[in-house]
């Protein structure tokens, strides 16, 4: 159970204390915007950038109702195709005894924080964001934590001198009593703060918060690991920069899919029905326009008549909304260039391609993979070499293990590898490695080799032996003989 906070207002803040809250909150006012249009996009909550002021008081209630979104396709396309499956230590740093190894307490670590999600939860929102949030604690039994946190919750300051150390970070977030709290992270100390009174949202001065005393605890609470515990996934980021959305050079391409689709709404919500017109129509003089739209309605299989002998009727053509489907499909195409995104998964009706062009097509969307497992698989190795000090562990370099996501042309692999098994003299086993085998798989498959081959010699002893001895040099048991005419 919680321990109930003791919130001492007779504590005044220091005016280094006072600063530091300070920092904290200019730096999360001036990056709220961003991550809340990041979000918002992604959530399809969409602004209608190129409509008129005109349209938007005609059709605007309709057009905010709806729109394509494709912003989650961007993101989640590259999420689902970083898998982190877990965490190896080099041999020659591990331990000799296999009960108290390393590898076993990586691997407890990762099981009990359930890291096979969480991993994709905070890859997901680095995506959307720019920018996603480790941080990593003790509970009350001395286990590590991993906590993560979005972009919009958690801010960091980097070293001048060492581009990368984060020096300082803080996070805040409104509590379930509609108080705000907000706490400080130092390489010696962890400084813990809450608003005096309930608040709508986050202050933007440091004098609404006060101390957050728990009882038993100190405050501030030391940090014995000489490391701030917050790690910072920074999506495209450079050494000590905040990182871009994924979605940033998607979101003007939408803003003009969204207009395309919604003059195309328009266009078969009140253009695509046949116009008529009547002219000449005299014995319409003195009747109201309520008669004469009953005179003349359009009702399915309704006739138009007049005896006037200068009536005329006639209709106008309909919209042609073709074009405005060939104007969607492009920007589909713009998405899908501008993010590096295979055109297939926004075309999920038509026939993706297969084989070699396959895997020509999802290139850009692979190479964008790479960048982030090379980037971030750094960030989950400190993330995780933090832990195991937590854990007593002592010091080790845990190495990521990531699923390989490529898309494979299986058939013309196996058939590259054979070419080069005949011609080249490739030992199996190379190639096996090649075709993307694990070791384990490979030692398995070699066991089983060498299994079916002595099962062969076996049987092949035994035909030998029923037939009556060692075969003779025209396939015929010794002893047997042929007569000759």
Aim: with cysteine.
């Amino acid at each position: 159970m919680t321990p109930e906070p003791i919130i001492q207002p007779s504590i005044y803040l220091t005016q280094v204390e006072s600063a530091d809250i300070q920092w904290a909150l200019d730096k999360f006012i001036a990056l709220r915007p961003a991550y809340t249009l990041n979000r918002e996009y992604y959530d399809g909550k969409h602004r209608l950038s190129f409509a008129s002021e005109k349209m938007s008081k005609a059709f605007g209630k309709l057009l905010k109702e709806f729109s394509d979104n494709l912003m989650p396709t961007v993101a989640e396309t590259v999420k689902d195709r970083l898998i982190l499956e877990g965490f190896t230590i080099p041999s020659a740093n591990e331990t000799v005894n296999p009960e108290s190894s390393t590898q076993t307490q990586l691997d407890e670590v990762w099981r009990r924080n359930r890291l096979t999600v969480r991993a994709k939860e905070v890859h997901l929102d680095a995506l959307i964001d720019g920018d996603a949030y480790l941080i990593v604690w003790p509970d009350a039994e001395g286990i590590p934590v991993f906590y993560p946190n979005r972009g919009s919750a958690v801010v960091t300051e980097y070293d001048d001198e060492q581009p990368g150390y984060i020096v300082r970070a803080a996070k805040a977030w409104a509590d379930t009593d509609k108080r705000y709290r907000l706490t400080l992270y130092f390489r010696d100390r962890l400084e813990k703060y809450v608003t005096q009174n309930k608040v709508d949202g986050l202050p933007d001065r440091a004098t609404a918060f006060v101390r957050y005393i728990v009882d038993a605890e100190p405050w501030p609470l030391p940090n014995p690991y000489e490391k701030v515990p917050v790690f910072h996934f920074g999506n495209r980021a450079g050494i000590g920069c905040l990182g871009i959305s994924e979605l940033r050079e998607g979101i003007p391409v939408q803003d003009a899919l969204n207009k395309s689709i919604a003059d195309m709404l328009v266009a078969s919500e009140f253009y695509g029905f046949p116009q008529r017109w009547a002219t000449g129509l005299e014995e319409t003089e003195g009747m109201s326009k309520a008669q004469i739209k009953e005179r003349f309605a359009v009702v399915s299989g309704g006739i138009f008549g007049s005896t006037s002998k200068e009536a005329a009727f006639g209709t106008f053509a309909q919209s042609d909304i073709s074009k405005y489907i060939e104007i969607v499909e492009n920007f589909k195409k713009d998405l899908a260039l501008v993010t590096r995104t295979p055109l297939h998964f926004f075309n999920l009706h038509s026939t993706p391609p297969s084989g070699e062009s396959l895997r020509v097509a999802e290139a850009p969307l692979m190479s964008k993979v790479k960048d982030k497992t090379d980037a971030w698989g750094g960030v989950w190795s400190d993330a995780m070499r933090f832990a195991l000090i937590i854990a007593n562990a002592g010091e080790h370099e845990p190495e990521p293990k990531w699923a390989n996501t490529a898309t494979r042309d299986e058939s013309g692999e196996v058939e590259r590898a054979s070419t080069k098994h005949r011609e080249l003299k490739v030992p199996t086993e190379v190639l096996w490695r090649e075709l993307g085998y694990t070791e384990q798989q490979i030692e398995d498959m070699k066991k089983l080799a060498a299994q079916e081959a002595q099962e062969m010699l076996k049987r092949t002893q035994e035909m030998t032996a029923a037939r009556g001895g060692p075969m003779n040099q025209i396939g015929k048991p010794n002893g047997d003989s042929e007569v000759i005419q």
